[in-house]
């Protein structure tokens, strides 16, 4: 009889006991705060003098288009060759350009704006490498719960460096806390395990725009992620926009106070990390639908902000909001990992961030004009909407289901 019992297989290594992914983890968070903290490090830069409302504006336009130019060919040179060795590049990249932001904030606005936008192209280029190196460190059965402690740490870390980094001010310089910044890229380009070699080593020159196109066809070959992307970018191109544009304004002139702007955003980092340790475990039967109900949750913020409620109703709609966005994010990039080709997963992620946070500034730019002209009502109640309706028509598409292909045509 015991030659006929069938061994179970081994336990897989808890994920905090596994020196390659602690190294992931580490890398991820790091270049996450780093991201995080440059646009607010350069407005305590504004409040000190050493830069001016037009030179923030310029240092933030040049890494945005920095991380927009870097990362369709990030992600076609991380499918290529090594995503390790993308993340150390790129990493270094922004890690060598932020001191000399530092150095030249309050004497060249010309040089450090060449320096963010080499920040920003880092930014860009290590975020797909990132994506597709986590699918070669951590087996699949244990990627979601990777997904979930990675983004888990940066909500944490961004929820308590506000409060640090404004005591750190007190103390050190503007330029002292961007080298820190550059610290914080170093670790992020150098901590990283290696992972697999590339799933075909290629011999011939990248065509950059080719190779994109063929992950582009790759995407498409997925209905729940056009679906899923599209709806992902409609609701960071209005709702995440309308709000940022109009709650610091509903924070000064319903309630005659900036503490309702802090409040709410506090709210939200406290609800995404909420997000993040629920879906660290759970796993809906219908894992795409849960995930697109979570993305619509985001209208209830526009919907807060148009009617005349309590703060308190504002706080529990970004809670909600928070919540609900990493119980998209996480399944999103899981799903990503395992069902996209491995050799075109880079390309992909790229494609991602580029339509949906890449260019949100996008949005932002034309919530202001649209306000001005049909005013705060109407914008908030069509970003509702289109928050609720954007994840509704995603959940209609077959695959978006569980993100999933048919049985059978996974790449896992």
């Known amino acids: 009889m015991h030659d006929s019992a069938v061994e179970s297989p081994p336990t897989p290594t808890p994920l905090l006991r596994s020196p390659s992914f602690v190294r992931l983890w580490t890398g991820t968070m790091a270049s ?8 607010f490090i350069l407005g305590l830069a504004v ?20 991380f927009l130019a870097a ?14 060795k993308t993340v150390l590049w790129s990493g270094l990249m922004a890690a060598l350009a932020t001191p000399v932001m530092a150095v030249s904030l309050d ?11 080499v920040v920003g192209a880092g930014q860009g280029a290590c975020r797909p490498a990132f994506q597709a190196l986590t699918a070669e460190v951590v087996a699949e059965p244990q990627r979601q719960q990777a997904n979930a402690a990675i983004t888990l740490a940066v909500r944490v870390t961004t929820l308590v460096a506000p409060t640090l980094t404004a005591l750190l001010a007190v103390a050190v310089s503007t330029p002292v806390l961007l080298w820190g910044v550059g610290a914080l890229w170093l670790v992020a380009a150098l901590a990283p395990p290696a992972g697999n070699d590339p799933p075909e080593p290629s011999t011939t020159r990248p065509n950059i725009l080719a190779d994109f196109a063929d992950g582009m066809r790759e995407a498409r070959r997925h209905p729940w992620f056009v679906a899923g ?31 309702v702007l802090a409040a709410a955003m506090t709210t939200y980092t406290i609800g995404a990390l909420v ?44 809670v ?21 080709e491995p050799t075109k997963l880079a390309r992909v992620s790229s494609l991602d961030f580029l339509l949906s946070y890449g260019l949100a500034p996008v949005g932002l730019a034309l919530i202001a004009p649209a306000i001005d002209q049909f005013g705060a009502t109407v914008v908030l109640a069509v970003c509702a909407v289109v928050c609720f309706a954007a994840p509704a028509a995603a959940a ?15 790449n896992a």
């Open 396 to 410: 209609m598409v077959p695959s978006s289901r569980g993100f999933s292909a048919p049985e059978g045509k996974s």
């Open 47 to 66: 409040l000190d003098r050493s830069l001016t409302g037009v030179g923030l504006g310029v240092l933030l336009a040049t890494r945005t288009a920095g």
């Open 107 to 117: 004497r060249s606005l010309l040089v450090a704006a060449a320096a963010a936008f």
């Open 275 to 318: 997000g993040a340790l629920i879906i660290a475990r759970w796993r809906p039967r219908a894992q795409g639908w849960s995930a697109l109900a979570g993305l619509a949750l985001y209208g209830l913020v526009p919907l807060s902000l148009l009617l005349p409620v309590h703060p308190a109703v504002i706080f529990a709609a970004y």
């Open 320 to 340: 909600f909001a928070g919540i609900g966005i990493e119980l998209f994010n996480v399944p999103w990039f899981t799903a990503t990992q395992r069902e996209v």
């Open 32 to 39: 996450g705060v780093a991201t995080w903290a440059l646009p």
């Open 229 to 259: 992307l599209a709806a992902l970018t409609a609701v960071i191109a209005t709702g995440y926009s309308a709000t940022f544009v109009v709650l610091p304004l509903v924070s000064r002139d319903r309630f005659g106070s900036e503490a």
């Open 71 to 84: 990362m369709p060919v990030a992600g076609v040179l991380a499918d290529r060759y090594s995503r390790r």
